[in-house]
């Protein structure tokens, strides 16, 4: 997670490597619930300031840097709009009124979501930690380590932004309310991104302005604690209604973080093909092949025809994942024999029988094999989907390359999590008595002890 405190003073640098200047600011524009940043402020020799277009020329960004995606000579620099804000500047140490108007409070940060190149908004740092953030983010980590020792814990203070209606450029007026933009318009994953970041409470008063089908794809979206969470906060009819609306992977993922007799009462009131479709997926472990397909695929059988194949695909549901592949069975079982492209289906006669025109050297896996060898088979083979099938044969399910991904991704973090968690241990363990007697007096001044 990122703050504006982290962000500020960082170099920018061009594609070349060339240093610009560094991050004085960063601009939004105030039309959106949660809103990108729309432009980066920066200060360059002789601390001239610039601006220029975030989603133009930005091409990454981190804790230390930011760079831009071309050279300097072809940046075009632009100026502060009439709907914008800058976070510093007009935001950072402001003070404003709660939503009775019964006290103030001050902004001693702000907190920033990213996804891909884009960064949004999520709100105001009310609270001790973006002090002492403000001071060093060290020195957060050691006081906020050092109050769990003594039993305490120090939260974050977020006031979401879409509680923050600006009345004044200068934000002299800033009031506190639920204005809900353009919600619906936003990707489910960002959605997603937004909600991981607000408290249960926030995040009930957002997600309840959310339509049933939006609903389901953001909770799909979800970190797992997030989804039983949220689930948690409707009632059992709303959460088993959405639960039967997601592809039915996604929902089996979900019902096995749930307790035994939330799930058995979530299922019961589902309909019953979606809970029997779920409940096949339940029977495999999670960490497996079984445990991460989907049910949702097209299959014909080998004297069918191209027609006949059309005619299926004519009539899937609007919201029936995406087809990639025709997977061909067996006249008389169910069992695998051969898989069709779209490319393949389009130029062929429309007479042709399946069985003519397939591909039949097939790569699958058994529904015991574990998730990370499924992974690296789809990477591997550079597939879209890879087959799931029995000992006999017959086709399962289908483990799809986002599934694949997101096993590739968990990975990965788990190492970079051990290797930062090994970092931070030594460092704690060097400067533990440098920072010991700081942090009790940071802790008795925050109120803590």
Known sequence: MLYLSNMLGNPVYDSTGEKLGVVSDLAISTGEMFPRITSLAFKGPGRTPFMISWRKYVDSFSEDEVRLNTESYNIRFSYLQPDEVLLARDLLDQQIVDTQGLKLVRVNDLKLSPSGTQLRLLGAEVGVRGILRGLHPLLEKAVVSAAKLFGKKIDEKIIAWNYMDLLDRDLSKV??????????????????????????????????????????????????????????????????????????????????????????????????????????????????????????????????????????????????????????????????????????LVLAHRESQLKDIMYTEIISVPPDEDEEEVAADISKYDMVALPVVDESGRMLGLVTVDDAMEVMEESTESEKSTSRALTVVAGVIGGAAALAVYTLIVLEIAGVL
């Open 175 to 344: 009031q506190l309310s639920v204005t809900h933009r353009r919600l619906n318009e936003m990707h489910p994953a960002d959605v997603a991104d937004i909600l991981e970041q607000l408290d249960p409470k926030q995040r009930a008063e957002v997600f309840k302005h959310l339509d049933d089908a939006r609903s389901a794809e953001v909770i799909a979206e979800l970190e797992d604690e997030y989804q039983a969470e949220t689930l948690d906060d409707l009632g059992d009819r709303e959460a088993s209604g959405l639960l039967g609306q997601m592809d039915p992977d996604d929902a089996a993922d979900i019902i096995r973080d749930l307790p035994y007799e939330k799930a058995e009462t979530l299922l019961r009131l589902m309909g019953v093909e979606d809970a029997a479709e779920i409940r096949s997926l339940l029977g495999y472990k999670d960490d497996t092949a079984g445990g991460m397909m989907t049910t949702q695929f097209v299959a014909m059988k080998e004297t069918d025809t191209v027609l006949d194949t059309v005619e299926v695909l004519r009539a899937l549901d609007e919201d029936f994942p995406t087809v990639h592949f025709v997977y061909v069975l067996e006249e008389d079982s169910e069992k695998l024999v051969g898989v069709l492209s779209m490319r393949t």
